[in-house]
T-cell receptor, first 113, second 114 residues
Framework: AQSVTQPDIHITVSEGASLELRCNYS??????LFWYVQSPGQGLQLLLK??????LVQGIKGFEAEFKRSQSSFNLRKPSVHWSDAAEYFC???????????FGRGTSLIVHP | EPEVTQTPSHQVTQMGQEVILRCVPI?????FYWYRQILGQKVEFLVS????????KSEIFDDQFSVERPDGSNFTLKIRSTKLEDSAMYFC????????????FGPGTRLTVT
C-alpha cells in the first residue's frame, strides 16, 4: 500500500527566507504526487502535481517541487517565503490503480516577520 | 471563481444521533468525494461518487455512512448513529474527471460528537 511521510510537523522560517518542506513516499511503481496547501478556515488547494516528464514541477504561488525517484522524495521549495504562505501543507501520493490520493500528516509552516 | 461550499461549518451532536453534512460541488464537476481529518491526524479518503453511485470507498466508510446526491446540486454525507470517534473535520471535494484532474476541496465541516 502507498504511504506518505512528512517528517516535519512544524517549520518556522523568517519572511524572505527560502523554504523546503520534505515529503517521502512509499510506492513500488511511478507515483502520482501532489502538494496541497490549507489556509486557516479554507479547504485544501492544489499547489502542484507530478504525473510524468520533467521531474522539476512548477506550481502556483511561486512554489516548485522536485521528484527524486532514487530518494523516493517530492520536496516542496520556495525561494522567498511571504507571510501569507503561513499555512498547513500536505503531500499526497496516488497510484495508477487508484486515483484517490493518500495524504501525509501535514507540515505547519510558521512565518516570522 | 467557482468553489465548493459546505454547510454547516461546525456541527455539534450527541452520540447516537444522525447527522447530515452537506456539500455543493462545482456545477460542471462529475466526481465527488468525502474525506475526513481527525484532529492531529492525516486527511483520509472516505468515498468517491460518480454517475449517481459510489465508485470507490475506504474501509472507514462502513454501514454507518451513506452518501447521496438528492438533486442536481447537493452532495450529502450521512452518519446514521454517530460515535465519539466520528469527531473530525469532513471535507467534500469535486473534480471534472478522475486522476489527471484537480480535486477542488471545500472548507470543511467540523463535526463534534459529545
Amino acid at each position: 500500500a502507498q504511504s506518505v511521510t512528512q517528517p516535519d510537523i512544524h517549520i518556522t522560517v523568517s519572511e524572505g527566507a527560502s523554504l523546503e518542506l520534505r515529503c517521502n513516499y512509499s510506492y513500488g511503481a511511478t507515483p502520482y504526487l501532489f502538494w496541497y496547501v490549507q489556509s486557516p478556515g479554507q479547504g485544501l488547494q492544489l499547489l502542484l502535481k507530478y504525473f510524468s516528464g520533467d521531474t522539476l514541477v512548477q506550481g502556483i504561488k511561486g512554489f516548485e517541487a522536485e521528484f527524486k525517484r532514487s530518494q523516493s522524495s517530492f520536496n516542496l521549495r520556495k525561494p522567498s517565503v511571504h507571510w501569507s504562505d503561513a499555512a498547513e501543507y500536505f503531500c499526497a501520493v496516488a497510484s495508477g490503480g487508484s486515483y484517490i490520493p493518500t495524504f501525509g500528516r501535514g507540515t505547519s509552516l510558521i512565518v516570522h516577520p | 471563481e467557482p468553489e465548493v461550499t459546505q454547510t454547516p461549518s461546525h456541527q455539534v451532536t450527541q452520540m447516537g444521533q444522525e447527522v447530515i453534512l452537506r456539500c455543493v460541488p462545482i456545477s460542471n464537476h462529475l466526481y465527488f468525494y468525502w474525506y475526513r481529518q481527525i484532529l492531529g491526524q492525516k486527511v483520509e479518503f472516505l468515498v468517491s461518487f460518480y454517475n449517481n453511485e459510489i465508485s470507490e470507498k475506504s474501509e472507514i466508510f462502513d454501514d454507518q455512512f451513506s452518501v447521496e446526491r438528492p438533486d442536481g446540486s447537493n452532495f450529502t454525507l450521512k452518519i446514521r448513529s454517530t460515535k465519539l470517534e466520528d469527531s473530525a473535520m469532513y471535507f467534500c471535494a469535486s473534480s471534472t474527471g478522475s486522476l489527471s484532474y484537480e480535486q477542488y476541496f471545500g472548507p470543511g465541516t467540523r463535526l463534534t460528537v459529545t
